[in-house]
């Protein structure tokens, strides 16, 4: 049989459209398109990542004109939300996301009801302490080094930060969108953990009158605890290939500054002073007896902006190299 008979036999067993559906289809492929387009005016490097190398330098081209057009500030604004979007995806594609909060809130249960003698039933009255003598540490040790070690380290590893440099994105727009992507994992886990007050003392049991102002201002010093402890985690995960070496490292440099609180009561004077104010413990504890701490506010911010900024100092030194 010739080819062309094959071609005729091919072309009457193919099925004909379903021309019935059309009227249905069309409004859904208008949409379809439209949300790709969409998401292709939000995500301009996807078109770069596919492109081959020939004609990145135009697509690069394009983008800064499209940086002049718009102004560098909306165009850093825009890369590093993008890239803090795909982040944070990424997480919940994947298993650590459940395991971090799933894993946290379960055992901040079994702490604050169970460990020491009765937990929370034994203290007889109402009071959060206990949530915030728990929460620093579950960050420190798994949450924070879970977040953050494969946020650099993973990219180097799998080879994809040298396609990621090669896209018209700002170093500083890489290290901010991850940082931001996972201070937010760590906020939706104390978000999940507050709901313990509530469902005790709002909804659905009101188990006495509770002090709020304590608990506001606990959440807020764990936001900034979570905001300098990412800032440490990135910064070893910028360092080094391994997230294994990452998770350690962070996960040993914040539980010795949270540990170093304890040292404090045992060593008056200079010295203990001087332990004190590096404490993250020590600078968290106005936080949760319902006090703003100003000085500990800079703390935080300053020890994450200069973990930030060696974060970026580390990625960059790969085009001195």
Excluded at 91 to 106: E, K, Q, R
Excluded at 115 to 135: I, Y
Excluded at 137 to 160: C, F, H, N, Q, Y
Aim: proline letters at 5%.
């Amino acid at each position: 049989m010739s080819t062309l008979e094959n071609e005729r036999e091919e072309k009457d067993t193919k099925p004909a459209p379903a021309a019935a559906d059309d009227s249905d289809d069309a409004p859904r492929a208008k949409a379809a398109a439209r949300d790709e387009d969409d998401e292709d005016k939000d995500e301009p490097t996807k078109a770069s990542v596919l492109a081959p190398a020939s004609v990145r330098p135009a697509l690069q081209a394009d983008a800064a004109s499209a940086v002049a057009a718009e102004g560098p500030g909306l165009s850093i604004l825009r890369n590093t939300l993008t890239i803090a979007r795909r982040e944070t995806k990424s997480y919940f594609d994947s298993l650590t996301a459940y395991v971090v909060i799933g894993g946290s809130t379960l055992a901040l249960g079994i702490y604050f009801f169970l460990v020491q003698a009765g937990g929370f039933w034994q203290v007889d009255r109402a009071s959060m302490t206990r949530l915030f003598e728990f929460l620093p540490w579950m960050l420190a040790v798994l949450v924070i080094p879970l977040t953050t070690m494969r946020a650099i380290a993973d990219e180097k590893r799998s080879g994809t930060l040298e396609l990621l440099i090669t896209l018209p994105v700002r170093d500083s727009e890489v290290i901010l969108g991850k940082y931001f992507a996972a201070v937010f994992m760590c906020l939706i886990l104390l978000l999940t953990t507050f709901i313990y007050p509530v469902a005790m003392f709002v909804w659905p049991w009101r188990l006495g009158s509770l002090d709020w102002g304590p608990v506001w201002t606990g959440y807020l010093g764990l936001l900034l605890f979570s905001g300098a402890g990412v800032a440490v985690g990135m910064l070893f995960s910028a360092l080094t290939e391994s997230q294994i070496i990452a998770f350690f490292l962070t996960a040993f440099l914040l539980v010795v500054m949270q540990a170093l609180g304890l040292v404090v009561e045992t060593l008056p004077g200079a010295l203990g002073d001087v332990i004190a104010f590096v404490s993250f413990q020590s600078r968290f504890a106005p936080f949760a007896r319902g006090l703003l701490d100003t000085r500990a506010i800079i703390y935080f911010v300053s020890i994450g902006v200069i973990c930030l900024l060696v974060a970026f100092r580390s990625l960059e030194s790969r085009k001195w190299s």
